[in-house]
């Protein structure tokens, strides 16, 4: 006997029995010129590895076996004499009009012939598409339904799982229907671009199924996050090329994405005040140029990624832009002017608001279209506007451009502005985390002092202090800081974050002495744990991972106690 795996059907749940068979099989046509449309940069695949993969199959190429035993479909155009048996007909036979009729219309007397049962492979259909839905191949109808607009086309988004089955075979179609003295090579090209998708899978890396039932309904999660989130989710967690591993968080974040644009833009609308006032360059702050500075890098390198179709990374821009950038620094910094007394530097700085807005929402709209469309027209970005220019819709607004030198020569936008600010935002941070080594809630108003090693303007000073959430942040060259006393050296200078009659210094440093031996104890667990093999070549990989994760975490807290320790001793 001969041991043997043996396919079954799944539908009809029967062995599957191999059988040679009749098939009809077409040659490729416009092989060459597939080739070269994409080797010579006629056709360019995103992303660009996927050539040598459509090359390499073209250079190995077989014929077609487009004859498919179906049920429905379109039956293969040929016609066999009545009484002749088709599975005995020879070359010649096959050669003989009076035996083997073929032609789109069939014969004139069909009574007299049988037509093959066959019917075309799907892709025999799919192939033509670029062009078939237009009228082709009858020039009137042709030239009614705009084929001369939309032939060839910009951009064909698909899977790179049918590069052969799809992409391949269109661009050889193209150039064979197309290829006439209407269309010459290479324009009979369909299509100038390929963007080749990922596949969405599950947490665990396998393909969405009905069977294995781990695919999520978009209706579903449109209706619990809406559709924004859902594009915008998915749209940051997919590299370009490259699969993507689905999660439900990643939506969620993009719903919070979405709150947070609205509530930026509710923030804007709260202060009052004239819709895109023109912005007075003298009047700009330091953290005013640093935000034009950073929109402009915005501009640029979103534009830039969505000319490489580098989607992910345009998005990854924009959030680091937007919520980092504008609102955990600009807009918290702006408070220092909106605090403030002074009514024309608070007109400017609505001015800067709106300018940096109104740019932002559109580099938002192709990924969150909804959402953008109502605060263009909500904040009056579209009053005044014509309309061809985003005066009745966003999606005619014109695309930002990064800023010439003439713009940055008005605004007086020079780069060192960028590392002042940047600077200045450096001492913040520096500050954030005196609060966490005292172990002082981030809400508790506290007194800083800075020791300067540099000229502190007022309206810096201010904007340390609110960013801080500070009492009063005293500038004191001479400030001689008592022992104990938590100290970071910032850019400015150095900074300290006096503790009297804010903790016990004592009493913190038993408490911090007990959470360190209990990390280390905690450690040592899991050390041990990753370290025997019985355990580690026995667990599940994701178990692994986890145990692994929480090795980092607790080292991380241990770093974190140790250095709150060692500024209570100094």
């Not at 069909?110 to 839905?133: G, H, I, M, R, Y």
């Not at 469309?373 to 009053?383: C, D, I, S």
Request: glycine content about 6%; charged content about 25%; proline content about 5%.
């Amino acid at each position: 006997p001969y041991a043997n795996n043996v396919g079954y059907s799944e539908r009809a749940d029967v062995p599957i029995e191999p059988r040679l068979t009749w098939q009809w099989w077409l040659r490729y046509p416009r092989v060459e010129e597939a080739k070269a449309a994409v080797r010579d940069g006629h056709i360019h695949f995103h992303p660009e590895r996927w050539s040598k993969v459509y090359l390499h199959w073209l250079e190995n190429i077989q014929d077609w076996c487009i004859s498919r035993q179906l049920w429905w479909g379109h039956r293969i155009p040929v016609w066999y004499r009545k009484g002749l048996d088709k599975e005995t007909l020879t070359e010649a036979d096959l050669r003989d009009a009076t035996k083997v009729h073929v032609s789109l219309e069939g014969p004139a007397d069909k009574e007299n012939w049988v037509q093959e049962d066959d019917v075309l492979d799907t892709w025999a259909s799919s192939w033509l598409w670029p062009f078939a839905t237009m009228g082709w191949p009858d020039a009137e109808k042709m030239k009614a339904q705009d084929l001369d607009y939309f032939y060839p086309t910009t951009t064909l988004v698909t899977g790179p799982d049918i590069i052969f089955f799809w992409v391949a075979r269109m661009i050889m179609a193209g150039y064979e229907y197309m290829g006439d003295a209407k269309f010459a090579l290479p324009d009979a090209m369909p299509f100038k671009n390929v963007y080749f998708t990922g596949i969405i899978r599950d947490k665990q890396g396998r393909k969405m199924s009905k069977t294995l039932g781990n695919s999520p309904d978009p209706l579903v999660l449109i209706a619990q996050y809406g559709a924004d989130a859902l594009r915008f989710g998915t749209m940051r967690s997919a590299p370009l090329g490259q699969d993507v591993l689905f999660d439900e968080k990643d939506v969620e974040l993009g719903r919070n994405f979405c709150n947070k644009l609205w509530n930026a833009c509710r923030f804007r609308q709260m202060q009052g005040g004239e819709v895109q006032g023109e912005i007075d360059s003298s009047k700009l702050t330091t953290d005013d140029k640093w935000i034009l500075l950073k929109l402009n890098e915005a501009i640029r390198e979103i534009t830039e990624a969505l000319n490489s179709y580098n989607f992910s990374v345009a998005v990854q821009a924009l959030y680091r832009f937007f919520w980092n950038e504008y609102c955990d620094w600009y807009v918290e910094a702006s408070k220092a002017v909106f605090f403030g007394t002074d009514e024309v530097r608070k007109a400017n700085t609505l001015a800067v608001i709106d300018f940096v807005l109104s740019h932002t929402i559109r580099l938002f709209h192709p990924f969150l279209p909804f959402i953008t469309e109502e605060l263009w027209h909500g904040m009056g970005y579209a009053t005044g506007m014509p309309d061809d220019q985003g005066g009745k819709t966003i999606m005619t607004a014109p695309w930002p451009k990064p800023f010439d030198a003439d713009f940055r020569d008005a605004y007086s936008l020079d780069d060192c502005y960028l590392e002042f600010a940047t600077q200045k935002y450096e001492v913040v941070t520096q500050g954030r985390n005196l609060r966490r080594v005292g172990n002082i809630q981030a809400g508790k108003k506290v007194k800083f002092v800075l020791k300067p090693t540099r000229e502190v303007l007022s309206h810096d000073a201010e904007v340390i202090k609110i960013l801080l959430n500070a009492e009063a942040i005293e500038i004191n060259e001479s400030y001689a800081a008592k022992k104990g006393t938590p100290t970071a050296h910032t850019p400015f200078g150095e900074l300290f974050l006096p503790l009297e009659g804010l903790i016990d210094v004592e009493a913190e440093k038993v408490r911090l002495s007990k959470e360190l031996e209990k990390i280390s104890t905690e450690i040592t667990k899991v050390e041990q744990k990753l370290a025997n093999p019985a355990f580690t070549q026995k667990v599940p990989a994701t178990v692994l991972q986890e145990h692994q994760q929480r090795l980092t975490d607790w080292q991380g807290k241990l770093a974190h106690v140790k250095a709150a320790l060692e500024a209570l001793v100094r």
